[in-house]
């Protein structure tokens, strides 16, 4: 796993499998992101079987089989869709495709679990919710810098076991290394991939939601700004924006493109949690010039100070869960309506959005 590369990044844990072998059977279809391959390795470290893989482009279907030797190549989108053994498909296509793709899977009368942003407008959400509701099947959103990050969810388990109280306040950055000359034509594109808040911020507000025990939240603020890429006029490197929450909880998040050379790994996200009782922070993917590991996790409350390494301890919890929900029709892993308002407050604060120029003016979208 390349710690440089944040598109490929993939994390690896420790098998926990929750089914027998032959019970649970997926595929792959849509390749354009590489976090299928995070998805992939959840899911199969879960007990998961990868039954088969399709896209369009056979290089990316070489890459792809390479990584995973025993998959089937499918000759058509049809071919997986139509088998009745399989009983889930993970998709990364192009943002803005994804919906549309996860439409005809829930036609077929199969679980979807989909890269984040599930959506890039209100009208495919719409769409979404009113096909699950008809089906009720899922439609899993792999929202990663919660789901697999151990000090994030370690983090998850301080909070529900009362470590720092109720929660009141929480600051969220998510920087990334752009990597330009490594990215698709489609990605320096808002059209395609929804804007930076709908695309990485959604990591952002789903763990808001889900430390502070929120149903929902309103967006007060939000703003972008394209200050380093000007040679791709419809890309946004900055994005901020702050909400509360229908509990009374307050967040601030920040996320960029804009991560430098220097750091040893592709972001430096962190995630600072305020209650009543004490706070957490979560340095994920790296403790900057002290520990290249992330999974850092920093406790402080009534106790004292407390410093977890999470990285090998704590395992992927969530793909084992989203398995058995599929299953049994439970919602353990994540509630559907959890994943679907993170999206729907993501692509909110995306498009309230002031867009911030660099001659320090503003102008309302």
């Known amino acids: 796993m390349n710690k440089n590369d944040g598109m ?25 992101h590489g976090h299928i391959y995070a998805m992939c390795n959840g899911l199969l470290e879960a007990g998961g079987e990868l039954a088969a893989v399709y896209d369009s482009d056979p290089k990316k279907v070489k890459a792809f089989v390479e990584k995973f030797p025993n998959t089937r190549i499918a000759n058509s989108e049809e071919e997986i869709l139509g088998d009745p053994s399989i009983k889930l498909v993970a998709g990364a296509s192009i943002p803005s495709m994804r919906c549309d793709l996860g439409l005809r899977v829930l036609d077929h009368g199969k679980h979807y679990f989909v890269d984040k942003p599930a959506f890039t407008t209100k009208e495919q959400l719409e769409k979404a919710k009113k096909k699950t509701e008809e089906t009720g099947l899922r439609w899993g959103i792999y929202y990663s810098e919660r789901l697999h990050v151990e000090g994030a969810v370690f983090a998850g388990q301080l909070i529900e076991e009362g470590a720092i109280g109720r929660v009141v306040q929480m600051i969220g950055t998510g920087p990334h290394r752009a990597s330009p000359s490594a990215r ?12 930076i808040l709908c695309d990485i911020g ?33 890309f946004e490197d900055f994005g901020d924006a702050t909400l509360v929450a229908d509990n009374g909880a307050t967040f601030y998040f920040r996320v960029d493109w804009l991560t430098p050379d220097g750091l040893g790994t592709w972001g430096d996200g962190r995630v600072i949690i305020l209650g009543t009782d004490g706070y957490i922070e979560v340095r994920k993917y790296i403790d900057i010039a002290r520990s290249g590991s992330g999974d850092h996790v920093y406790l402080v409350n009534h106790e004292g100070e407390k410093h977890y390494e ?9 793909f084992g869960a989203f398995i058995l929900d599929c299953l049994n029709g439970t919602e353990n892993a994540m509630t559907q309506e959890h994943a679907f308002k993170a999206a729907e407050l993501c692509i909110e604060a995306q498009n309230m959005a002031i867009q911030v120029e660099a001659a320090n003016s503003v102008v309302a979208k």
């Open 8 to 32: 490929n990044y993939a994390p690896k844990g420790k098998p926990n499998r929750v089914v027998e072998e032959g019970e649970f059977f997926f595929a792959a279809i849509g390749l354009d």
């Open 184 to 195: 698709p034509d489609w990605f320096f594109d808002r059209d395609y991939v929804g804007g």
């Open 202 to 234: 959604s990591h952002q507000i789903e763990q808001f939601l889900h430390y502070a025990g929120a149903k929902d939240a309103k967006v007060l603020h939000s703003k972008v700004a394209n200050y380093n890429f000007k040679e791709h006029p419809k």
């Open 310 to 318: 999470c990285q090998g301890n704590i395992g992927y919890p969530f």
